[in-house]
């Protein structure tokens, strides 16, 4: 059955008004009949009294007339005006003149009167006015009580059963709020609201319509980047063939267009790691170690820190044997290592250190750059983001290839400006310990 909120609070609410008519019912039928059980007694027990003129009360048992003030005052007097029986005897209500009903104040009470009579007798009976208003009080509460009783049992019932089905709601925010942006799973649907379902069931179409806009973005990609390589690869042909040609100033021009041909081949490069590491199949892993793989970029990039004149240190506390795609962790650490070599000043530093804290590797790359402007932490992983001073080289794609790397591997990655007073950048990339060891290049 499909649930529902307007139902659900329908069903209880019914319910609940439902069991408490029945109570009222029962509570004011119950108040109603003990109430009037006792004064109908007492009146049974008196009018048998009177009936019998010149019996005493003394012969009725004392019993069922516990309350004396619910005794009526009852006078009889004869044709001449004379009084043939009074009862209660201390008790004189005034006869009254008319026929009929009444009201009559006597012994500094309010008493309700009904005379009949003729020529032979008058028949005058009273009756205090505190006792039908004692009789009115009752009945009133027993009919409110249980209305008064319903008010904060009501909060209690509709409030559970909301609740419980707003849980289901903050399920559902829950789930969504767990979902990563690559997620192309829809939302599930079972268990939700009716009055909920068209919305979720939008959020899916909008999920699979963004996924069709994504999908195709890194189709285009992909294909572009493909398309561009091979004329890319025949104009650095071409610079090649040009270099050394003798002309005067033509190995500079050629020098230059070759740099901008390498810089071109090195953005397609990077867009096609980028589609390859957005897609949702992942790379056959194994166990390497970190300390190797961080000599290897080391080395690399040795080269370019030497015409730079920037010193790199290492520093291997500890080692560390990780499971993932080693071609790809190499490239996340290559280019951690080589925008530190690029961003740092000449005679500048760069430590490359490899420690354990907690049982979990970590890497730190730490360089004496002029660090990250200010709100650059927020968008630093950011495609096309170059936080750089713009006439350093680079295409400010490898800190987005990067985490998209340490996603896959379930590595935590971070690079902030450096917090011990001095400039520059620190990055730092901590893997999973055995004990909580992702899947081989998880997704």
Known sequence: MTNSLRRAALIWMTGLLTIVGIGAILVAYVYARDEAAEFLDGQLRQIALTAGTGLSPAAGSAVADQDPEDRFAITIWDGAGRVVNQSPPDVRIPRQAKPGFGYVSAGGESWRVYTVGDQARTVQVAQRETVRAEIADSAALGAAAPILIVIPLSWLVVGWAMNRMIGRLNDLAEDVAARSAKATEPIPIAGVPSEVKPLVESMNGLIARLQAAAEAQRRFLADAAHELRTPLAAMQIQVENLAGGGVAGQDERVA?????????????????????????????????????????????????????????????????????????????????????????????????????????????????????????????????????PHDTEGTGLGLAIARRIAERHGFELTVENRADGSNGVIARVVMPSDADRPGVGAA
């Open 256 to 388: 230059a267009l070759a740099a901008g041909v390498k810089r071109a081949g090195a953005l397609v490069n990077q867009l096609l790691s980028l589609e390859r590491l957005e897609g949702s199949a992942a790379g056959v892993g194994g166990t390497f170690d970190v300390g190797a793989l961080l000599l290897d970029c080391v080395a690399d990039c040795a080269p370019l820190a030497l015409v730079n004149d920037v010193d790199i240190g290492i520093d291997f506390t500890a080692d560390a044997k990780i499971q993932g795609v080693e071609r790809d962790v190499r490239a996340l650490f290559a280019s951690l290592i080589d925008n530190a070599t690029r961003y740092t000043p000449p005679g500048g530093k760069i430590d490359v250190a490899l420690s354990r804290r907690e049982g979990r590797p970590v890497v730190e790359i730490v360089d004496t750059g002029p660090g990250l402007p200010k709100g650059a932490e927020t968008r630093i992983f950011d495609r096309f983001y170059r936080g750089a």
